[in-house]
């Protein structure tokens, strides 16, 4: 069946300029992350949506970051007036829920975002 | 796809050896461990959990070693094949719902 999937596959944008990354998680998958990958770093959680329940939030670096998700669809992480420190892989992964103990996430191939 | 890790440590071993792959981590009420497998272009790949209440756990080729007492995790992975070259991350959590913690990974170079 199909992964998760992400998109676009790279944007570079300019300093100061909004930015929509979009996440297509596995159908019947309730829970959603999303992750920043920095070069040559590990991942850092962002934000995380199971079902109905309100987001955990506990990961964006700033205000100018925001995301969003339709039901148990879709998912949009924004980031606004990008800054060159924004520059990184965003991944998004998906599960049956639970929390991250319970199920195994699957990961899409990334958004590479490059702020010039 | 983007390379992940430019600046990551490196393993370099030799093919149909084995390879060891260290993680420490500093939360002592961490209770879930997982390994990560990360090639080039693409997202984690999940290889092998184990929960505290074990010390080892074993999967195809590869095994995972917990030591709660000095806070250390590795990942065994018998016979290295080429495909097994890739940035490997150990993620931890202590509960249920609170979001996994990276580690930095670690570049698996193996050598054919």
């Known amino acids: 069946g199909a992964g998760v999937s992400q998109s676009p596959s790279n944007k570079v944008t300019e300093k100061g300029k909004d930015v929509e990354l979009r996440c297509d998680p596995i159908?019947?998958?309730?829970?959603l992350y999303w992750y920043r990958q920095r070069l040559g770093q590990g991942l850092e959680f962002l934000i995380y949506?199971?079902?109905?329940?309100?987001?955990?939030k506990s990961g964006l670096p700033s205000d100018r970051f925001s995301a969003e998700r339709t039901g148990e669809s879709v998912s949009t992480l924004t980031i606004q007036r990008t800054q060159q420190e924004d520059s990184a892989v965003y991944l998004c992964?998906?599960?049956?829920?639970?929390?991250?103990?319970?199920?195994?996430?699957?990961f899409g191939p990334g958004t590479r975002l490059t702020v010039l | 796809g983007e390379s992940v890790g430019l600046h990551l440590p490196t393993l370099s071993v030799q093919e149909g050896d084995n390879s060891i792959i260290n993680c420490a981590y500093s939360n002592s009420a961490s209770d879930y461990f997982i390994w990560y497998k990360q090639e080039s272009g693409k997202g984690p790949q999940f290889i092998i959990d184990?929960?505290?209440?074990?010390d080892k756990r074993q999967g195809q080729r590869v095994t995972v070693l917990l030591n709660k007492t000095v806070k250390h995790l590795s990942l065994q992975i018998a016979a290295t094949q080429p495909g097994d070259s890739a940035v490997y991350f150990c993620a931890e959590n202590d509960s249920g719902n609170t979001p996994l913690v990276f580690g930095k990974g670690t570049r698996l170079s193996v050598i054919a």
């Open positions: 184990i929960r505290s209440n074990m």
């Open positions: 992964a998906s599960s049956l829920g639970g929390g991250p103990s319970y199920n195994e996430q699957f």
């Open positions: 949506f199971q079902g109905n329940s309100a987001p955990d």
């Open positions: 159908s019947g998958h309730t829970a």
